[in-house]
């Protein structure tokens, strides 16, 4: 199994701002599309992919992401980030970043199932509170 790698994650005041950072070390994503998923603590439910950056480049948005939230890739470093703006309490989650290069699959996950697609993290905590 391919691995990816989250960072960034850690405390912030609602209103503010974090980026998080998926890294490939073992495989290019180049050919794959990556979409960032996040475990609410303590909810049962299982949202769908945030957000995801396509392997043609093209980007996909969950409304209810209301554009705070931008996906973005650094193809020389194979890192993709996600920059979160405008923060609130109800994103305090655990996010993770999955590959896969069948764009489908993404659409098709939760943070439960993403060991079925090509490349998962393990995830890193975002704790929005004053």
């Known amino acids: 199994q391919l691995q990816l790698v989250e960072s960034g994650g850690g405390l912030v005041q609602p209103g503010g701002s974090l980026r998080l950072s998926c890294a490939a070390s073992e495989f290019t994503l180049n050919y794959y599309s990556v979409g960032w998923f996040r475990q609410v603590p303590g909810k049962k439910e299982r949202g769908g992919v945030l957000?995801?950056?396509?392997?043609?480049?093209?980007?996909y948005y969950q409304d209810s992401l209301q554009g705070r939230f931008t996906i973005n890739r650094d193809y020389t470093k194979n890192m993709v980030y996600l920059q979160m703006d405008s923060l609130k309490p109800e994103d305090t989650a655990i996010y993770y970043c999955a590959a896969d290069r069948e764009t489908d699959r993404l659409y098709e996950s939760d943070y439960a199932t993403l060991d079925r697609l090509d490349a998962w993290g393990l995830g890193t905590l975002v704790t929005v509170s004053s």
């Open positions: 957000c995801l950056s396509r392997h043609d480049g093209s980007e």
